[in-house]
């Protein structure tokens, strides 16, 4: 137990279904991510939040869409996928000190297995 | 892209002293090595980091050479648990706190 939650753990969705990926954090961290782990490939960074605010795309198609309402809450919106993207999501978050950049140890959730088929 | 170098794959026996190697020749003076895993089908899980001592909690223990230059992750008596890909990995400071990950070493721990 992380202190990381993410529902659901496994998610099958069709190419043209809408759904969405929830993480919380119980760690009182305000900064948080979302990786990607496709088969066979390193972790790869999408989004960083800070403070609620996006402070990193990593040239993320525009088919998932991240939303931060507060900072214990992240979500990812999923539309129009393909079968590519399948893969393991991850969140994460870290606590960030007010004013700066250099912050504290990331933790991560279990990771949502996504499935589009 | 990864700032570190680990072999691909390493086997241990149960019991034993695992020490796993990373080298990471380019590191920065205000950068830290930190060390994760990740079990199969699990989220990456934090292990330990340092910066110039030597670490050691209870999972593990991080030695680090004079120079920075590599690094030693000690596990003292392996399990079959302990068997995972390990990540070593130079974290950035400054402007994001993003890790970015290699493709670790895949440890197996043989009974």
């Known amino acids: 137990e992380t202190g990381v939650t993410q529902t659901p753990r496994h998610l099958v969705m069709g190419m043209t279904n809408k759904k969405s990926l929830k993480c919380e954090q119980h760690?009182?961290?305000?900064?948080m991510y979302w990786y990607k782990q496709s088969a066979k490939k390193p972790l790869e960074l999408m989004f960083v939040?800070?403070?609620?605010?996006?402070?990193e795309n990593n040239s993320v198609p525009s088919r998932f869409s991240p939303e931060c309402p507060n900072s214990s809450h992240l979500f990812l919106h999923l539309h129009t996928l393909q079968p590519e993207d399948s893969a393991l999501y991850l969140c994460a978050s870290s606590h960030l000190p007010e004013g700066g950049t250099t912050g504290n140890t990331i933790y991560f959730g279990e990771g949502s297995w996504l499935t589009v088929v | 892209d990864a700032k570190t170098t680990q072999p691909t794959s390493m086997d241990c026996a149960e019991g034993r002293a695992a020490n796993l190697p990373c080298n990471h020749s380019?590191?920065?003076?205000?950068?830290?090595v930190y060390w994760y895993r990740q079990i199969h089908s699990q989220g990456p899980q934090y292990i330990i980091h340092?910066?110039?001592n030597n670490e050691t909690n209870e999972m593990a223990s991080l030695i680090i050479t004079e120079d920075r230059k590599s690094s030693t992750l000690i596990l003292p008596h392996a399990t079959l648990r302990d068997t995972a890909v390990y990540y070593c990995i130079v974290r950035t400071q400054g402007g994001s706190e993003k890790l970015v990950f290699g493709k670790g070493m895949k440890l197996t721990v043989n009974p």
């Open positions: 380019t590191i920065s003076g205000n950068e830290y």
């Open positions: 760690l009182g961290h305000n900064a």
């Open positions: 939040y800070n403070f609620k605010e996006q402070t």
């Open positions: 340092g910066l110039k």
